[in-house]
Nanobody, 127 residues
Framework: VQLQASGGGLVQAGGSLRLSCAAS????????MAWFRQAPGKEREFVAA????????YYADSVKGRFTISRDNAKNTAYLQLNSLKPEDTAVYYC?????????????????????WGRGTQVTVSS
């Protein structure tokens, strides 16, 4: 699976962005999709994920209620809607995919779960 993230940019605090992750190479509908981010000088952290079985979503506490992950299997694309952005959301955002499945939510928050990663897209939130 090849993943291509896009949609990043510079936005003021309180603003919104929508990130896209276009997938190619395999059956997209059979893959869990996730977003991670990495800020300068910090470790990569989980943001959100959606499984392939029933579309259940998972979020980091820091983004619950502000970010929404979704997928369009017909377009082989996953999305991350970022609302009410804060300066601390500034980071490079990466999409990831994996064919695995688990009923344990922590599974989706681990970077090692995902076999496929795209190049990141920069999100910068000014105060």
């Amino acid at each position: 699976v090849q993943l291509q993230a896009s949609g990043g940019g510079l936005v003021q605090a309180g603003g919104s962005l929508r990130l896209s992750c276009a997938a190619s190479g395999r059956t997209f509908s059979g893959y869990a999709m996730a977003w991670f981010r990495q800020a300068p000088g910090k470790e990569r952290e989980f943001v959100a994920a959606v499984n392939w079985l029933n579309g259940r979503t998972y979020y980091a506490d820091s983004v619950k209620g502000r970010f929404t992950i979704s997928r369009d299997n017909a377009k082989n694309t996953a999305y991350l809607q970022l609302n009410s952005l804060k300066p601390e959301d500034t980071a490079v955002y990466y999409c990831a995919a994996d064919a695995g499945m688990s009923y344990n939510p922590t599974y989706y928050g681990r970077g090692e779960t995902y076999a496929y990663w795209g190049r990141g897209t920069q999100v910068t939130v000014s105060s």
